[in-house]
């Protein structure tokens, strides 16, 4: 049966839902007027989260979805750091109060292509215009190539709890396949200096379904990645959109696994890691028992966003830089894409929103029943429609895809509680297709289901 799923499941392209709906249905009717509306409706009482964009690296990794820039040169980066700064102002200055923050994530890019003086300046600049406190959560995404001792100092010094490190794979024939080598020792070495710095929580990224990746140079990078003990890993399959990543061109298609061969790479790597005692947190995520994630998941208070699986709980997200996401009671919200775009509305005093999407009572409702999904493998749709003030049948009856996906054995629906069988769980994403309404109205080129 797996294989059959595989062969029927597999192929499909659907969004990996970090938001629900997600990106493809915002809209230029959510503008600059309707965030500044949003932000001061924002309530003082309940704790909020910060992202911050940081849209440059040295070279480009040909796997890579985000939005970066390669910059050399330090000018660039200078130039977009004093428009961060003027965003921050700008947005502080519209809410009620400043507001209390619960997680702060830097994303990029590589964030810490700023250098030392310029991150600890940021972030200090962040706890004035807004109050944070001991318990806040402070997270960022780090190249290992280029992790200084300088920079690791400064991490621990602006009180940075927790660190992503790009791993990817660690078979040579691979990097260069995508342009990115890194060896063992660097990772261990950034690991090392992370540690002393005083950042307790170390997260690797691992991805499957690269060129010329096989199940045993999985196998061999998660041996190699276990070694270095870090508390978490996510485990991401490449998505291979060149239409919309134009440097993905460079890659080899030949060289890409089918579904079925992207299934058993997975698989392996996820097989070593549970032997090794981590769990498996939701779809693609792994944690030691003790990790925050994993107590999350066993509470029933697991969490999704952009950044993934998370304990952030806060309805208000607000984004910072060039093409950052923000979520608040509203809708969403995004700023422009291109740093250059970004940099104008900023530097004529208006918010860089460039498109949004105002949530209805429904949407809030699907992307409950989609969280939980995601999150847990199951959930009780009346209950959650009864939350939200609906009837269960807006959702379940006439549902093909949910009927089909039953009768092929991936799920269990027991009167509207839905449970993913074991077998069945890498296609969590074609089982919250089933209640995405606006699925089939985006042109948009999703990833791989498997």
């Known amino acids: 049966m797996h294989s059959a799923l595989v062969v029927k499941y597999g192929e499909e392209r659907l969004p990996r839902y970090t938001s629900y709906p997600t990106s493809p249905c915002f809209s230029p ?14 309530p003082l009482e309940k704790p909020a989260s910060l992202y911050v964009h940081i849209p440059f690296c040295q070279s480009m990794c040909w796997y890579c979805g985000c939005h970066t820039t390669i910059t050399r040169g330090d000018r660039p980066i200078l130039d977009y750091l004093q428009m961060l700064r003027e965003e921050i102002c700008l947005v502080s200055a519209r809410t009620k109060a400043p507001l209390n923050i619960d997680h702060l994530h830097f994303g990029g890019g590589t964030p810490t292509i700023m250098g030392p003086k310029k991150m600890l300046g940021l972030i200090g600049l962040l706890r004035e215009h807004f109050s944070f406190t001991s318990s806040t959560q402070i997270a960022l995404e780090i190249d290992p190539r280029t992790l200084e001792q300088e920079m690791a100092a400064v991490l621990g010094e602006a009180g940075v709890h927790r660190a992503s490190l790009g791993v990817q794979s ?6 260069k396949a995508i342009n990115r080598t890194q060896s063992d020792e660097q990772t261990m070495q950034a690991v090392s200096r992370l540690r002393r710095a005083g950042v307790d929580s170390i997260n690797f990224d691992l991805i499957y379904g690269l060129p010329h990746q096989t199940v045993e140079s999985c196998i061999e990078t998660t041996k190699v990645a276990i070694q270095m003990r870090p508390d978490r890993f996510a485990v991401f399959g490449y998505a291979h959109v060149p239409s919309f990543k134009k440097h993905q061109r460079l890659i080899d298609e030949g060289a890409l696994a089918n579904a079925e061969s992207r299934v058993a790479q997975a698989e392996a790597i996820a097989e070593n890691l549970l032997a090794a005692g981590y769990r498996r947190i939701g779809l693609d995520h792994f944690a030691w028992p003790g990790d925050s994630l994993a107590v999350a998941q066993a509470n029933g208070q697991l969490h999704r966003n952009f950044q993934g699986y998370t304990t952030d709980a806060c309805e208000t997200l607000i984004g910072f830089g060039a093409s950052a996401i923000g979520r608040m009671a509203g809708g969403y919200v995004q700023n422009e894409a291109l740093p250059g775009h970004y940099a104008q509305r900023i530097a004529s005093g208006r918010f860089a929103i460039m498109k949004g999407y105002r949530l209805s009572a429904e949407d809030r409702l699907r992307a409950n029943v989609i969280e939980r999904l995601m999150c847990d493998f199951q959930v009780d749709i009346p209950a959650l429609a009864a ?7 807006a959702l379940v009856d006439d549902n093909d895809r949910l009927t089909m996906l039953e009768s092929d054995g991936i799920l269990e629906n027991a009167g509207g509680v839905i449970r993913l069988r074991e077998e069945g769980r890498f296609l969590i994403r074609a089982v919250a297709a089933a209640f995405d309404s606006y699925l089939l109205q985006s042109a948009r080129n999703y990833s791989k289901t498997a």
């Not at 660690?170 to 990097?175: A, I, K, N, R, T």
């Not at 939350?387 to 049948?393: C, L, M, V, Y």
């Open 29 to 42: 009717d959510v503008d600059a007027s309707t965030y500044n509306d949003w932000l001061a409706a924002i």
């Open 170 to 175: 660690f078979d040579p024939v691979v990097q």
């Open 387 to 393: 939350e939200h003030g609906f009837d269960s049948g």
